[in-house]
């Protein structure tokens, strides 16, 4: 049926590996060069330009040019969400080294996702959240309650936003954790506050002393990575 077809040629776009792997890291919601996803991918900087022009003009990419470099980021957080509920569905990649069976292990412990914390933490910081009656769950959202927007304040986040919100599936966990503009100011102030930092894996999210000991002592979170 012709109302498919255009279905069809971004699944077609998504479909290759190294497209895939482009989008994948990108999913955090940052710019890189295409120099970086060359080496990210593996393939020469020709393959790579070549990938990159047909995810750009298939509408997943968008790139700005600064200098003498252009800078690829996903055009908006559908992209990212629709990689996620791909990585759901999909059958687990064989670890082939102790490196990759590391990288897995945190990155299934913590990372971001379109700039917002998901992960094991993702899920246990939601559940808790949910627990303690900030957020409200429904069946395909979240609703920020008033004791959340009381405890927002609190804890520094200054936020507008009262539309519902969005209720991502964790690819890793097959539970869900919050998404949108509020768990993205979230996960800056969790920053901020120094409770997590950046992992040297891309994507990865470290948790530092003071970060475990807070989860703990406010939301009751025990890390166990």
Same mark, same amino acid.
């Given at each position: 049926m012709n109302m498919y077809k255009n279905i069809a040629s971004i699944a077609a776009?998504?479909?290759?590996?190294?497209?895939t792997t482009i989008l994948a890291s990108l999913a955090d919601g940052k710019a890189?060069?295409?120099g970086e996803l060359s080496r990210i991918t593996k393939v020469s900087p020709q393959t790579a330009s070549s990938h990159l022009?047909?995810?750009?003009?298939?509408g997943l990419l968008t790139v700005q040019i600064q200098g003498r470099h252009r800078y690829y980021r996903l055009s908006s957080s559908s992209v990212a969400e629709i990689i996620e509920a791909i990585a759901k569905i999909a059958p687990p990649s064989p670890i082939r080294s102790l490196r990759e069976s590391e990288q897995a292990k945190r990155l299934r412990f913590a990372r971001t996702c379109y700039k917002?914390?998901?992960g094991e933490l993702g899920v246990a910081f939601t559940t808790a959240l949910v627990q303690k009656g900030y957020? =409200? !769950?429904g069946e395909e959202s979240y609703q920020l309650t008033p004791s959340g927007s009381q405890w927002l304040n609190e804890f520094g986040v200054k936020t507008n936003h009262t539309e519902p919100i969005p209720r991502h599936i964790d690819w890793t966990e097959r539970r869900h954790h919050i998404g949108g503009p509020i768990a993205v100011c979230i996960t800056r102030r969790l920053t901020e506050l120094e409770w997590i930092a950046e992992g040297e894996?891309?994507?990865s999210i470290v948790v530092s002393s003071?970060?475990?000991?807070?989860?703990? =002592? !406010?939301?009751?979170?025990?890390?166990w990575s």
């Amino acid at each position: 049926m012709n109302m498919y077809k255009n279905i069809a040629s971004i699944a077609a776009l998504i479909g290759d590996q190294t497209r895939t792997t482009i989008l994948a890291s990108l999913a955090d919601g940052k710019a890189l060069t295409a120099g970086e996803l060359s080496r990210i991918t593996k393939v020469s900087p020709q393959t790579a330009s070549s990938h990159l022009t047909k995810l750009v003009d298939g509408g997943l990419l968008t790139v700005q040019i600064q200098g003498r470099h252009r800078y690829y980021r996903l055009s908006s957080s559908s992209v990212a969400e629709i990689i996620e509920a791909i990585a759901k569905i999909a059958p687990p990649s064989p670890i082939r080294s102790l490196r990759e069976s590391e990288q897995a292990k945190r990155l299934r412990f913590a990372r971001t996702c379109y700039k917002h914390l998901a992960g094991e933490l993702g899920v246990a910081f939601t559940t808790a959240l949910v627990q303690k009656g900030y957020f =409200q !769950e429904g069946e395909e959202s979240y609703q920020l309650t008033p004791s959340g927007s009381q405890w927002l304040n609190e804890f520094g986040v200054k936020t507008n936003h009262t539309e519902p919100i969005p209720r991502h599936i964790d690819w890793t966990e097959r539970r869900h954790h919050i998404g949108g503009p509020i768990a993205v100011c979230i996960t800056r102030r969790l920053t901020e506050l120094e409770w997590i930092a950046e992992g040297e894996i891309r994507r990865s999210i470290v948790v530092s002393s003071l970060g475990r000991s807070m989860f703990e =002592q !406010e939301f009751q979170i025990k890390l166990w990575s």
